[in-house]
DNA sequence: GCGTGCCGCGCAAGTTTGTTGCATAAAGGG
DNA sequence: CCCTTTATGCAACAAACTTGCGCGGCACGC
């Protein structure tokens, strides 16, 4: 009994999740400088980064990148509502956003939409040939709500860690 | 006229914009490995990468967390309706909805709407307390609208390089 | 067309960081 | 009460990162 299932909630105690809340800010911050964060040896922060690394806990560790900077400034968000909610077709659309780069952020939501889409593109242009390729071109794409982004004033993929 | 301002685009070649590619998907990636990739050496890789975070267009290296592994298995998206759009007042908005560690990301959009944001919590009585505090707390906000996210499909800050 | 200066490269050495073996101490179960 | 398990720190080791240096390509100007 002491190996809980993947997707149950790992045994963290403060340690670990003093260490997480530092490697979501900055996975290059040295072992040492943790170390002394939280008061243990640059072994014992290695072992426990391992081990919430192989659990899962630690999903990836990535560099995050300025949208602008790379010819990339439109943020959008987009609500799509679907025709039939049968799981298959469901499943397909999912599959359809996730497997779409320009395509940031996909989520299948309750309420009036089913999913809410956050895509980063070069320009409209881009955008309404995106439309084209993963709405119009999925029939059971009933309707989709384009928002479009002023100002991204905060995004993070980061949890609070009380 | 080297230095072009902060926010104008870097001057990047091919190089650069593969080795970014693989550090938007796993920044421990040794840089011996990412030379061979992308045929350079080592230290020419580790230069291109240094040169990059000082610019800005790497803005963060982080570990990715899973939030049901760490007691907040709730993903919330709401749409923030404010009552008057003055920009002191928009502004107050932002720095309060960025400020919040529950708010994982904050986007100031056009439409019906003014704001979009993705928050984490634990439980819905966490989120019932969270819009005491951000939305009825603030008089500027006039409307919010709720919706629970079933499924994070995808779930990343990467940005297509082609 | 030919020098000259500027960049960015690779190589190799030096430095820091990450990793592993080992002995010890605390915690839980028979 | 002892034994197993588990995690720790220390020290040695391995790997990765970082820097100095000389070389070659490219653009500019003469």
Redesign the interface.
Known sequence: MTKPLP?A??D?DHFD?AI?DI??????TPQRVIGEAVHLSAPAVQRRIKRMEE??????????????????PI?I?VEVEVESERIDLIDAA?RS??AA???????????E?D??LVI?VASMAAYEGLTRRLFFANHNVKRF?T???????????????T
Request: include cysteine; hydrophobic fraction near 50%.
């Open positions: 997707t909630p790992a963290l999740l997480l490697l979501q800010k900055d996975n290059a659990s899962g806990v630690i999903e990836a560790n990535v560099a995050v990148l300025d949208p602008a900077r790379l010819g990339q943020t968000l999912k956003f996730a780069p320009e395509v940031q952020q996909c989520y299948y939501v309750t309420g939409a999913f809410m980063i709500r928002v479009v982004v002023m100002d991204r004033v905060k995004t993070s993929l980061a949890i609070p860690l």
